[in-house]
């Protein structure tokens, strides 16, 4: 259904330079510093009102790293699998390798459509030189530049050719996107790799060894869905200014681009204040939120610590007071699927549309049994509200007055269009409109 470009090839050819040119997007750190690595990456791409999903597969690793070829080969296996076409990058700057030979020697054996990519061809010289990829074995080569985009027009013609549907539908759409947000060492990537049932993440000590966010289309209860693990730094790498600055971004970046944020918590570190901003960050992009509270199997507990750690929780949080608390061990695997549910869960509240004759049906008798308490001898008469067909829960209800309706009136509307309709995890916002 969904169009899949991967991008393979050896290091250093502008596989990342081409990803962020097709997507459009900052979705790489580029670095060139030997050692750094990127797991399989997921961007959106358009091309003619063609839409498709790009994937960076990262690179082989220079040199004597070999520690992470194995690990590395295997997500190129994976983006194949997943391909419709495969964009094979070479380098007319560097001409022919060895490790171009074998990479061609792996994916003429596979039976999806390869289109040799000769990469830095900005001049009429490497132009030309391009033509001795022919020897690939792979077709005829495309000069292109990534970097100033040149040749990339004719080679995305002959790629969208390969497209099965039309591809118009916006992968961004109708697909969730859950983000894993929280401090770091709360246990997100551990989290992300029982997830995947798979060593995932790139987790070494060698200094310079930095993750990305990752974002990684899963399946689970018949339900597709896309997470992103904004897992940071590793404390131990030698951190460049320059990939923590992106890092960070990146964090902000998941978090806008999802519709439901799963936010740690250590359990073992109890609250933070950077938890609540975290939160709040959250709420206020109108993000569904779920709050996971992790390594519950390190706290000494009786049957009446989660119940206290609730409602501490929710007080600290006040007035949010609608987001689900769970409590789990990713090392014990102790409702992990749990917390997963409840993401799609919420998912399905910020999506759900309550129609104006349900909505007043319901309303109406709250709004006569405590209707808005009059201000400066005014009376204030909500008529009826409809809710917006907008991305998170929106409704408008129309009055007479609507610049006397009090905050605390604000609240207790809220409240009842969540007792009625269960918005568990989901910010919903009221507009008064006069009528
Ligand atoms: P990757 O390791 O294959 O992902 O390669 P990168 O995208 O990180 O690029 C490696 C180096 O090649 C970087 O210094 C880029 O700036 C450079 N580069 C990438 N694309 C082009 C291009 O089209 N022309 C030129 N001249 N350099 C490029
Ligand atoms: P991240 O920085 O948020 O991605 O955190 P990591 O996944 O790297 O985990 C940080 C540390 O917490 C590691 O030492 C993990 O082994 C540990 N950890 C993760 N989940 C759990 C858990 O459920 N229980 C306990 N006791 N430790 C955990």
Known sequence: MANIVAIVGRPNVGKSTLFNRLTEQRQAIMDNQSGVTRDRHYGFAEWTDKHFTVIDTGGYVVGSEDVFEGAIREQVEIALDEA??????????TGMTGLDEDFANVLRRSNKPVYVVANKSETAERRQAAAEFYALGLGDPYPVSAQDGGGTGDLLDKVITHFQSDGVENPNGGIPRISILGRPNVGKSSFVNVLLGQER??????????RDAINTRYRAYGQDF??????????KSKIKDNIEFYSILRSLKAMEESDVCIVMLDATRGFESQDFNIIGQ???????????I???????KDHKTADHWRKEMIQRMMPIDYLPIMFASVHEKQRIFQVIEKAMEVYENKHKKITTSKLNEAMQPEIEAYPPPSTKGKQIKIKYMLQLPTPS???VFFCNLPQYI?????????????AHFGFDGVPIT????QK
């Not at 419709?84 to 700057?93: H, K, Q």
């Not at 070494?204 to 930095?210: F, K, N, P, V």
């Not at 992790?294 to 000494?300: M, R």
């Open 84 to 93: 419709t076409v495969v964009l094979f990058v070479v380098d007319t700057m």
């Open 406 to 418: 009090k905050e605390s009136y604000e609240r207790f509307l809220e409240n009842k269009l969540r």
């Open 430 to 433: 009221l507009f008064f409109r």
């Open 282 to 292: 959250a709420i206020r992009a109108k993000k569904g939120v779920v709050v996971m």
């Open 226 to 235: 896309i997470l992103t693990d904004t897992a940071g730094i590793r404390r």
């Open 393 to 395: 829960p929106t409704f």
């Open 294 to 300: 992790n390594k519950w199997d390190a706290v000494e």
């Open 201 to 210: 993440n790139i987790v070494t000590d060698i200094a310079g060894t930095t």
